[in-house]
């Protein structure tokens, strides 16, 4: 209905990556919402960098692994051509 009703740009806000340190967690949610995503038919996304502490981003090697876990578990939007914004206000 909205898309009939003029509705041009449809986003998702996605849900956050979590990281304590060592491990990452929502990455289920992420796939999850990528599939949402796909299925409304969105044209972009908002994508949080990981929610922690800057300190627990202490090395570029933590902040690569940050990176390949997001794009690994949103990979299907990539796919199908949806935008990924990348907000970092949180931090």
Not at 1 to 10: I, N, S
Not at 19 to 37: K, M, P, V, Y
Not at 51 to 65: N, V, Y
Not at 80 to 86: E, T
Request: glycine share 8%; aromatic share 6%.
């Amino acid at each position: 209905m909205w898309r009939r009703a003029g509705g041009e740009y449809l986003s998702l806000h996605m849900p956050d990556l979590k990281f304590d340190g060592e491990n990452f967690s929502g990455t289920e949610q992420l796939q999850s919402a990528s599939r949402a995503a796909v299925q409304l038919g969105c044209n972009g996304v908002t994508l949080h960098v990981p929610r922690c502490f800057a300190d627990e981003l202490d090395s570029p090697e933590k902040i690569c692994r940050a990176a390949a876990v997001a794009a690994e578990n949103i990979k299907l939007l990539f796919e199908n051509n949806i935008s990924v914004g990348v907000e970092n206000l949180h931090t």
